[in-house]
């Protein structure tokens, strides 16, 4: 499934997160979409995007995800999400995260929308 709106990008996302599809979440991402992870290194591509996405799936998490606003110029939007995560760690311990992301999206030419920059916590990784 595609996304057809900047807001119908998080939506999937949750969906394929949530359900661990890694190749659908792949599919959200435009081919040299990048993603900054949390106290890494930004990753670009979808191997970059891949290994950092596989951290986290293997919390077997939940995610629920909010749109809270979204500015949209012609075929660019920033979608600013609020965010939280709970799954299990590698003990089998419970864990929790949240945060707010702050994401570019860009319309395809077939009209559908993909990530182009991913940071999960938004302006947070700005000051690490």
Known sequence: MSANSPAEVHEL???????GNLEALLSLYEPEATMVPMGASPVSGPEGIRAALNGFLALKPQLDLTSKKIVQADDIALVLSSWTLKGTDANRQPIEMAGQTSDVVRRQPDGTWLFVIDIPHGAEVVDK
């Open 13 to 19: 996302f949750t969906r394929y997160f949530s359900a």
